[in-house]
């Protein structure tokens, strides 16, 4: 089942209701403290890149202050009590935040830990009132969209790029994001997932353990790009990261994220039983 919610901040646990019983201003302390325990000034750790447009946000991002702390808190904490935490985050003049190096470096187990829990699934899923048709089919439909998208991209690193499974020594930042042989496999993972999409009762294990590899993928990929980021950083190198490799890696990694969420989009609009 899914865990209960917790806010952690400067190494404090709260629940829901013992942050609602804090004080006003404690309130507002806590929910900048924590904004800035998670964000930071691109300019501490972003590569930048004038003929790209400026900073390259390779962890995400740009964030804002008024979203994060909104999604974070708007369950225990006013809307006006919200806006100042945020006037205060941003007095100094900076509205778009990259997130803090410590997030960075956790960036393959935060996809690991987000992964489809299928006994979290069944359990909620009994409960749950079943989509229409129409939705999920307009959710499939969706589904299928951003795996092809997916597909194509991988297909580009392996037939247009000639950069991954290449014979050359990797260099420091230069070396592939995805080996061919992940990439192959992640084809056939895609491949399973839409086979199973077209089966009246698809195999929702089957489904998971595909989704969980390219999860892994994107993880793998996170770190590569932290990696070469702070190659970058260290030799005082100003022409991006990895150039052409490393826009190929954050377009991979931004299609991996959108393909799973929308498998599991479609896996929780399933009617049950199946």
């Given at each position: 089942?899914?865990?209960?919610?917790?806010?952690?901040?400067?190494?404090?646990?709260?629940?829901?209701?013992?942050?609602r019983k804090l004080s006003r201003s404690r309130k507002k302390e806590l929910m900048v403290q924590w904004f800035h325990e998670h964000f930071e000034d691109p300019a501490v750790r972003l590569p930048y890149e004038s003929a790209e447009g400026g900073y390259q946000w390779i962890w995400g991002g740009p964030y804002s202050a008024d979203d994060e702390i909104q999604s974070e808190f708007s369950d225990v904490a006013s809307f006006e009590l919200m806006q100042e935490a945020v006037d205060e985050v941003q007095s100094d003049g900076l509205f778009d935040w990259a997130p803090v190096a410590e997030s960075q470096s956790d960036d393959n187990a935060s996809f690991e830990s987000s992964a489809f829990d299928l006994e979290d699934f069944v359990g909620t899923r009994r409960d749950s009132a079943a989509a229409s048709k129409g939705d999920l089919d307009q959710l499939k439909s969706e589904m299928l969209a951003q795996l092809a998208e997916l597909?194509?991209?991988?297909?580009?690193?392996?037939?247009?790029?000639?950069?991954?499974?290449?014979?050359?020594?990797?260099?420091?930042?230069?070396?592939?994001?995805?080996?061919?042989?992940?990439?192959?496999?992640?084809?056939n993972e895609i491949a399973k997932i839409e086979a199973e999409a077209e089966k009246p009762e698809p195999a929702i294990d089957t489904v998971n353990e595909s989704v969980g590899f390219l999860r892994r993928m994107a993880g793998s990929i996170a770190v590569?790009?932290?990696?070469?980021?702070?190659?970058?950083?260290?030799?005082?190198?100003?022409?991006?990261?990895?150039?052409g490799v490393a826009l190929y890696a954050q377009r991979l990694l931004a299609l991996l994220g959108t393909a799973t969420e929308s498998v599991w989009a479609w896996l929780h609009a399933l009617p049950w039983p199946f």
């Open positions: 089942m899914a865990s209960r919610r917790k806010y952690v901040i400067d190494g404090f646990e709260y629940s829901p209701s013992a942050f597909k194509e991209q991988l297909q580009l690193g392996l037939h247009g790029y000639g950069m991954i499974g290449h014979n050359r020594p990797p260099g420091p930042i230069e070396d592939s994001p995805v080996s061919a042989q992940d990439a192959t496999e992640a084809l590569w790009l932290r990696d070469r980021a702070n190659a970058q950083i260290d030799a005082a190198i100003t022409l991006g990261v990895g150039g």
